[in-house]
């Protein structure tokens, strides 16, 4: 399995806004600058998970994006899953006709491998990564590097 690019994005997308939840809203602009993602592809996440209910715009100056749940409460897999990825191993999306109607030889295998990729994923939540020192001191060296909150009075320390 490969994870493209748009589970990827999204992923490390929302643990931008979650590492800097205490700024406010994030724009998207800033995401697209400190992660190297392109504006008009993360508009197109963004859409994805908002109408999934993970994230929520704030309109006018100082606007952006928040987490609409607290990060305890978002798993890798509900933000891959929102932006259409797929967990599923199987040739056949899980119906169990992938040999001319019927299971091929190795069906099961790849469902459960589906199944404990999705346990695994669903057990990650964005907050167990939010409180790693070491995330926390490479957050703060983009912020750093990219100038982000140098106007804001309630920056990372």
């Not at 590492?19 to 994030?26: M, N």
């Not at 967990?87 to 091929?104: A, H, P, Q, V, Y």
Request: net charge positive; proline share 2%; aromatic share 8%.
């Amino acid at each position: 399995m490969k994870l493209s690019t748009k589970g990827r994005y999204a992923v490390t997308a929302m643990m931008d806004i979650a590492l800097h939840e205490k700024q406010g809203p994030i724009t998207l602009a800033d995401i697209s600058q400190c992660q190297g993602i392109s504006l008009s592809y993360l508009e197109q996440l963004f859409a994805k998970l908002r109408k999934q209910g993970l994230v929520k715009g704030v309109r006018g100056p100082g606007g952006g994006y928040r987490l609409a749940k607290s990060a305890d409460q978002i798993s890798v897999a509900d933000i891959i899953q929102s932006v259409d990825e797929k967990l599923d191993m199987t040739k056949c999306g899980g119906r169990g006709n992938c040999s001319s109607g019927e299971k091929c030889l190795t069906h099961q295998l790849w469902f459960e491998l589906s199944c404990k990729l999705y346990k695994f994923l669903s057990g990650i939540k964005l907050d167990q990564y939010v409180n790693r020192p070491e995330i926390n001191e490479l957050v703060k060296k983009q912020d750093t590097q990219y100038g982000r909150f140098l106007n804001r009075s309630n920056a990372v320390a």
